[in-house]
């Protein structure tokens, strides 16, 4: 079960440059979602998507854009990085229910802005 | 200021000591999880609470949802070292809504 995939796994970046990072999952969930972790605490909302076609922002959007082309595929783009971007980056994906939203997510990517 | 305030934000301990952590909000939720995350890998979900005053328990863990849906405890009794890691809680406001997170308490078992 291949759940949430992100790649890449690690990456370091130089200020100014642009990358995208990739998540898809194979659980047919409709809710997908972007997280950032800093050193020691919890997760902060970036952006989500409720289905193919429709995103909407988190708590700390500004930086970044995403886009929801398919279900399975939900990347998120960094245009110009800065060093308050460097952080661990989380994708997750629920199924929406009546009650309860359970997230699956990813192992994450480590990026380091220098 | 976080929707969810864990506390401790650290707690170490050594085995077989008991321990609760505790997640507050002034806001009602439909719904809390607890999520717990191991170095390197991404959150993994531990349990669900929907019902104010719920408790369920997981083998030494015990989840409680306060009456209000405001609050919720996690309980665990005879740490083990198997339990290091940060614990964090979510909320959902209504029912199939994305989830909050607090800031997640972060737990050390000694041996």
């Known amino acids: 079960n291949a759940g949430v995939t992100q790649t890449p796994k690690f990456r370091i970046l130089k200020i100014g440059q642009s990358m995208t990072l990739q998540c898809t999952q194979d659980?047919?969930?409709?809710?997908m979602y972007w997280y950032r972790q800093d050193p020691g605490m919890g997760l902060k909302l970036i952006y989500y998507?409720?289905?193919?076609?429709?995103?909407d922002k988190g708590e700390v959007p500004n930086g970044y854009n995403v886009s929801r082309s398919t279900t399975e595929d939900f990347p998120l783009r960094l245009e110009l990085a800065a060093p308050s971007q460097t952080s661990v980056y989380f994708c997750a994906s629920s199924y929406s229910r009546g009650l309860g939203t359970e997230a699956f997510f990813g192992q994450g990517t480590r990026l380091t802005v220098v | 200021t976080q929707l969810l305030e864990q506390s401790p934000q650290f707690l170490s301990i050594q085995e077989g000591e008991n321990l609760t952590v505790y997640c507050n909000s002034s806001?009602?939720?439909?719904?809390l999880q607890w999520y717990r995350q191991e170095p390197g890998e991404g959150p993994v979900l531990l349990v669900t609470?929907?019902?104010?005053?719920e408790v369920k328990k997981l083998k030494r863990l015990t989840f409680q949802f306060g009456d209000a849906r405001k609050d919720s405890s996690l309980h665990i009794t005879a740490a083990q070292p198997g339990d290091t890691g940060l614990y964090l809680c979510a909320g959902a406001r209504r029912a199939g809504n994305m989830l909050t997170f607090g800031g997640g308490t972060r737990l050390m078992v000694k041996p």
């Open positions: 659980m047919n969930h409709n809710y």
């Open positions: 998507s409720v289905g193919a076609g429709i995103t």
């Open positions: 609470v929907v019902t104010g005053g």
């Open positions: 806001s009602v939720f439909s719904s």
